[in-house]
């Protein structure tokens, strides 16, 4: 392993209010993903919690908390239950195709439709196509985007429901943002349907695990997270498995609640190294 690999420059942002847990403040630390090894450094920092925002690589780094925990789905021992697997038949005449990282007016459309209903006050609401194109597009590794489509009619493709955009790691599929109709009333848990297909599409690949970002204890949007299983966490001693008396302990927790898949992308906070100006 070269040198630019092993010791990358890491900057730290400056304290700003936290997007999860009202009343706290979070911090960053990043580092710049670029050179013929960006894959290999996208992949180790995946492995210790990195999640990338277009050519950085940043994890949270807050002082006086460690609320954001980074998890992954076993995808090769992964097993849907009931309400899964309807989600999966639901949803099963999807089109489903692997495009390049080439942002398209059709998904920022998509995308704007989602943002307004979900969240109209997100820091994500003021993109604009030049933003959306910089997300998808400005990455120095592996990635592709998802898209969902409802069949067509053998001439021109039919209706654009879903997309992910998607990073190909070494040891599975990290999934950066997900987006789709949230008013779509024959569709309903296209967001849980998303994450499945990676899945699944993980385990056929031989890939091992599906990373789904951050999971936030106490953050109603991030509970979506806990339902798919085996699901293992980062801890201090390295990655270890939830037990099924915790994650059915987790799992009740926001059972009584609407799923927030139905509602939530798998996304973080994705501008670490825009916070550039806030050094």
């Known amino acids: 392993m070269t040198a630019p690999v092993r010791f990358p420059r890491f900057f730290v942002t400056s304290p700003a209010p936290c997007p999860y847990l009202a009343g706290r403040m979070e911090r960053k630390v990043f580092t ?4 013929p090894h960006a894959d290999a450094l ?34 090769t021992e992964f097993r849907p239950s009931s309400t899964q697997r309807r989600n999966l038949k639901r949803n ?67 209706r654009l429901v879903g997309a992910c955009l998607t990073d190909r790691q070494g040891d599975g599929l990290s999934m950066i943002y997900s987006f789709y109709d949230p008013a779509h009333e024959a569709r309903a848990g296209l967001g ?13 690949m031989g890939l091992p ?21 085996p699901l293992e966490r980062l801890g201090r001693d390295g990655w270890e498995r939830l037990s099924d008396a915790e ?22 906070s994705l501008s670490p190294a825009a916070d550039n100006d806030r050094l």
């Open 209 to 229: 695990y599906v990373y789904l970002g951050y999971w936030v204890e106490g953050s109603e949007r991030m509970q979506y997270k806990v339902r798919y299983r």
């Open 32 to 35: 710049e993903l670029k050179g």
């Open 42 to 75: 996208n992949d180790a920092l995946s492995r210790i919690g990195f999640r990338r925002s277009q050519t950085v690589a940043y994890r949270p780094s807050c002082g006086d908390c460690s609320a954001c925990v980074s998890v992954r789905v076993c995808a």
């Open 92 to 158: 099963l005449d999807l089109v489903v195709t692997e495009c390049k990282p080439w942002a398209t007016p059709e998904q920022f459309e998509l995308l704007r439709a989602y943002l307004g209903t979900r969240h109209p006050d997100g820091g994500m609401a003021q993109m604009d196509e030049v933003d959306f194109a910089d997300m998808v597009e400005h990455t120095p590794v592996t990635s592709f985007v998802m898209e969902y489509r409802e069949p067509g009619d053998g001439v021109t493709p039919g």
């Open 247 to 268: 994650q059915d302990r987790l799992i009740q927790s926001v059972a009584r609640t609407p799923d927030p898949a139905e509602g939530q992308p798998v996304a973080d």
């Open 192 to 204: 849980n349907f998303i994450i499945l297909d990676h899945i699944r599409r993980a385990a056929r």
